[in-house]
């Protein structure tokens, strides 16, 4: 079994680079085939995609991004309903997850992976470290965390390798 923690945390850059911070870690822990882009490649390549923030919205990210051959990915949501009294259902490799963070005051996005389905926990790869942290010198961090962390809203999206 992979050692995903041998792949360095990537911190983003600023509030919005969590989409690209969290892919460009994910393509890289993943390899296969994949781009190795950093989180700058992805921000020049789809800022046409963001928000006046810098924020690429979830369902760009997931419907349109997450979806593109190259990155061989294949995404789709859940309500988080389904996962109340059961596993998040990852498998052995890293997932993107994409869920409603009310401290950061809207929708972020992690990569999980060694989930310990009986304690219910996984590790996650935390691009917003520190936090509050300033832009441009956040390291990312490895962080256990409670299946329950992800649960908050009525849906997640869940990107997996296809």
Same mark, same amino acid.
């Given at each position: ?8 945390? #990537? /911190? $983003? !850059?600023?509030? =919005? ?5 969290? +892919? ?15 989180? +700058?490649?992805?921000?020049? $390549?789809? +800022? ?8 690429? @919205?979830?369902?760009? %990210? ?8 190259? !990155? =061989? ?6 309500? +988080?309903?389904? %996962?109340?009294?059961? *596993?998040?259902?990852? /498998?052995?490799?890293? #997932?993107?997850? &994409? %869920?409603?963070? *009310?401290?950061?005051? /809207? ?5 999980? %992976? ?7 926990? &996984?590790?996650?790869?935390? @691009?917003?470290?520190?936090? *509050? ?12 965390? *409670?299946?329950? !962390?992800?649960?908050?809203?009525? &849906?997640? /999206?869940? &990107?997996?390798?296809?």
């Amino acid at each position: 079994m992979a050692n995903w923690k041998d792949t360095k945390p #990537v /911190g $983003q !850059f600023d509030n =919005m680079a969590c989409w690209a911070a969290s +892919t460009s870690w994910w393509l890289k822990a993943l390899g296969g085939g994949r781009p190795q882009l950093t989180q +700058t490649d992805l921000i020049v $390549q789809y +800022t046409k995609y963001c928000d006046d923030d810098g924020g690429m @919205p979830h369902n760009t %990210f997931m419907n349109s991004m997450a979806k593109e051959a190259r !990155f =061989m990915m294949k995404s789709a949501y859940s309500p +988080t309903s389904m %996962f109340a009294n059961s *596993p998040l259902l990852l /498998g052995d490799r890293p #997932v993107i997850i &994409v %869920f409603t963070y *009310p401290l950061l005051g /809207g929708t972020h996005m992690n990569v999980i %992976f060694d989930q310990d389905a009986s304690k219910r926990t &996984v590790t996650a790869m935390e @691009p917003y470290h520190p936090y *509050p942290g300033t832009d441009g010198s956040r390291t990312g961090q490895f962080i256990e965390r *409670p299946e329950t !962390f992800y649960l908050k809203g009525s &849906v997640i /999206g869940l &990107v997996r390798a296809a």
